[in-house]
């Protein structure tokens, strides 16, 4: 994947660019359009499978995905976990597990899961409480197992609006960001005017421990009470299936929680009311009650808060309840939450419920399919989070308003503009993201395989190209293959992004050197910035400019990664001949297409002249020369192959960069490089989308030869008695695990963009 601002990150390989690049452009493997599959983004998942999956009807999906058919149609997040019991017997039945499970001493059996609980919840020496829990169990006919409430179906599902509260609390936790980097430039104000840093810890620590910081949250406009007052609970679900026969104990045991409400007098009422043809009962905590307590305390609250927040906190805090009830419905033991029981609805016919609804014909191409999991999330709920989400941009406006509240800094205006740049690029940035509804589906097959449909997609990828690269992963040989194509509009928005927020640590780092310190630590950090900005910038620059510039330009949107197994071990001095000779490397490449080879040649000119200069500097500095090294360089069948010579490389282990007309290869094995450039130039079947792939075979049948060869050669790689004692010990073990690994045949992952919405398959496949 390219992304500009990132380039630099294929490092010394990287360096040597293009040198061999001619002075022609080549426009094979420019990016081409596909046709969109629809003409709209309709805004419902309604067309998620492939046309000739049979609709399923209300009552079928129903019997399919379990509670959600007592569910309303508004409701906004489904989770379903299903035959947990199951799928946790055939963990344990994996051989890795067994290892595990023996060299840990503890398994699932050796403790029970109650007695897992209960020792989570009990205190050392707390026997009054155990007993009366004891006699709790003993009222409900014994401890229950926990696999009755856990092991045939487990749904916790929220209603609306919980898309609008959640976008309430990611707005509360944006604002106690901003707090918290507000503090941070106050007191590094505190610490220029000072120079102490100790200073700068009481300070910051007073800006954000205790009351003040919360008080200052209450306060804000932009938080605080203004939002505590659009704040709901919204309808919450839990839902338990029980066995036949065993749905009174398990109603019996989620309804004896309701006692502690019990006990809290007149604040908690209780109620019933009855929902989908069922009674459900428990308890309402009333709001005004809580109000009339607090408001006795309004004197000391004022001490804190200006009376017109205490008196609309209060006012806010009178108009909320909680309602917590426990029932039946079908075979479900149901546990509900909200503000009020008016909405706390379940339908009793499924046809008008969620099921019935369009939003649900996800899962209709599953219906042979045992799932273990299903997820539904309503466009809502997405839409919220991404209004309100923050990022670094938050914290860049806590620092930016914090400095700017001193003069010991000095001017700050360029350092507060450089944030505030970071929380409009971030904007720009998370701008290019879309959301819709959200359906997904896990179940057995092969392993476990999850389907899902449609939720966020940032917009980093470009779902309408072709990638050419995609026949690559066809061999069998690959341990690891990615490919995906980069949408150009996100990667410039993101590298944008990225360089403010680099300009703006230089600048951070600038206005430290400015200080007047005594403190070593920050003395030497002050020498080490001024440095930096004296000898190294313009070449720093003229790297980053070589990088994220003129290589990236030259190259298209398209990346493949791709890793074996099958190269050749490097003669690095120590290791031995028969080591050098049996046992193989790993090879990794990148490559993607030329575009302006032109670009490619102009950024070798630019990264040679940079990292020349900074030589010569280093050089000057450290009183030793080191000349720049010139590369080597190979041509075959129209490539050229640009490396640097060490004693110990050679074809298959040789760190180079490869370059012809149409594509760009970074690799450790010049060989490996040289013949995936030829396939790509071959061509093969196009790709679209993300394309991820782990290969497990090849990595066990890898550490079979790794020990194999060890084995072989243990006399010459452990020479010391006691290491040749342990190793042969040991490789038993080694065998079993690998062994044990063999029950793992590959990892896929592809992401592709169907009928308006990102879908994403992921298969782990076992033996």
């Not at 002075?23 to 492939?50: F, L, N, Q, Y």
């Not at 149609?73 to 051989?95: C, N």
């Not at 704040?231 to 749905?247: D, Q």
């Amino acid at each position: 994947m390219k992304i500009r601002n990132s380039i630099w990150c294929i490092g010394s390989i990287a360096i040597l660019g293009s040198v061999s690049c001619k002075e022609k452009p080549a426009a094979a493997g420019e990016k081409t359009e596909e046709k969109s599959i629809v003409e709209s983004v309709v805004d419902k998942v309604k067309e998620t499978v492939t046309p000739d999956v049979k609709s399923l009807s209300a009552e079928e999906r129903a019997a399919k995905v379990g509670f959600a058919q007592y569910l309303p149609k508004d409701t906004e997040v489904v989770i379903s976990v299903y035959d947990a019991k199951g799928a946790a017997e055939q963990l344990k039945a994996l051989k890795l597990y067994g290892i595990i499970e023996s060299n840990s001493g503890m398994g699932m059996d050796e403790m029970p899961m109650e007695e897992m609980m209960e020792e989570d919840m009990l205190e050392d020496g707390d026997a009054e409480q155990e007993n009366d829990m004891d006699m709790e169990m003993d009222a409900m006919g014994g401890e229950p197992d926990p696999w009755m409430l856990l092991g045939q179906e487990v749904t916790l599902a929220m209603g609306k609006p919980t898309g609008k509260q959640v976008g309430h609390l990611l707005t509360l936790n944006k604002r106690m960001a901003y707090f918290q980097a507000l503090a941070l430039g106050e007191a590094a104000q505190t610490f220029a005017a000072t120079g102490d840093p100790d200073d700068f810890t009481a300070a910051l620590e007073s800006g954000l421990g205790g009351e003040e910081f919360f008080m200052d949250l209450i306060e804000d406009p932009e938080s605080g009470v203004s939002v505590f007052k659009d704040m709901v609970m919204p309808p919450l679900y839990i839902a338990f299936r029980a066995k036949e026969g065993e749905l009174d104990q398990a109603a019996q045991f989620v309804s004896g929680s309701m006692g502690m409400f019990a006990m809290a007098g007149e604040m908690a009422v209780p109620i019933e009311f009855e929902a989908g043809g069922s009674t459900f009962v428990g308890y309402k905590l009333l709001g005004a009650k809580l109000s009339e307590m607090l408001a006795a305390e309004r004197e000391s609250m004022e001490e804190d808060l200006k009376p017109e927040t205490v008196t609309a906190l209060l006012d806010a805090l009178a108009k909320k309840n909680l309602v917590v009830v426990t029932g039946t419905i079908g075979d479900y033991a149901v546990v509900m939450i909200g503000d009020d029981e008016g909405d706390l609805k379940l339908t009793a016919e499924a046809k008008d419920s969620l099921v019935g609804s369009d939003e649900m014909k996800f899962v209709d191409a599953f219906a042979d399919k045992p799932l273990l999991a299903m997820m539904y999330g309503g466009k809502d709920g997405w839409e919220g989070i991404m209004d309100e989400a923050g990022g670094l941009g938050t914290y860049a406006l806590g620092i930016r308003d914090g400095i700017a509240g001193g003069k010991a800094l000095g001017d700050t205006r360029d350092l507060e503009a450089l944030l505030q740049m970071i929380s409009d690029r971030e904007k720009e940035l998370m701008s290019l993201g879309s959301a819709s509804d959200f359906g997904m589906v896990a179940f057995s097959d092969e392993g476990l395989k999850i389907e899902a449909f449609g939720g966020y997609d940032k917009g980093s990828l470009d779902w309408s190209a072709k990638t050419q690269l995609s026949h690559l992963g066809d061999s069998g040989d690959n341990v690891l293959f990615f490919n995906a194509a980069t949408d150009a509009a996100y990667s410039e928005k993101a590298s944008a992004y990225f360089e403010v927020i680099f300009e703006t640590l230089y600048a951070s780092a600038m206005k430290l050197s400015e200080l007047e310190v005594e403190d070593g630590d920050l003395l030497q950090a002050k020498q080490f910035a001024q440095l930096f900005d004296t000898q190294f910038r313009g070449d720093v620059l003229g790297l980053y400019d070589a990088l994220s510039g003129s290589l990236a330009e030259g190259l298209g949107d398209e990346t493949a990664i791709l890793i074996d197994l099958k190269g050749a071990m490097p003669a690095v001095p120590g290791i031995p001949q028969a080591l050098v000779d049996e046992a193989k490397a790993p090879r990794i490449t990148w490559i993607a297409p030329v575009t302006d080879r032109n670009k490619l040649a102009e950024s070798w000119t630019k990264m040679d002249s940079s990292i020349t200069s900074l030589l010569a500097k280093a050089s000057e500095m450290s009183g030793e020369q080191i000349p720049m090294q010139k590369p080597i360089s190979s041509d075959k069948d129209g490539m050229t192959t640009w490396f640097f010579s060490f004693p110990f490389f050679q074809d298959d282990f040789l760190p180079s960069v490869t370059v012809s007309d149409q594509w760009f290869a970074a690799s450790t094995s010049k060989l490996q490089a040289v013949d995936l450039i030829g396939k790509a130039a071959a061509g093969g079947e196009a790709g679209n989308g993300l394309e991820f792939y782990v290969n497990f075979n090849a990595l066990t049948d890898y550490a079979d030869l790794m020990l194999a060869v060890a084995d072989k050669n243990s006399a010459t790689l452990f020479p010391n008695e006691y290491k040749l004692e342990r190793f042969n010990r040991e490789k038993v073990e080694y065998k079993e695990v690998i062994d044990a690994c063999r029950e793992f045949e590959s990892l896929t992952w592809t992401a592709k963009k169907e009928n308006g919405y990102v879908r994403n398959s992921m298969h782990f496949k076992t033996k």
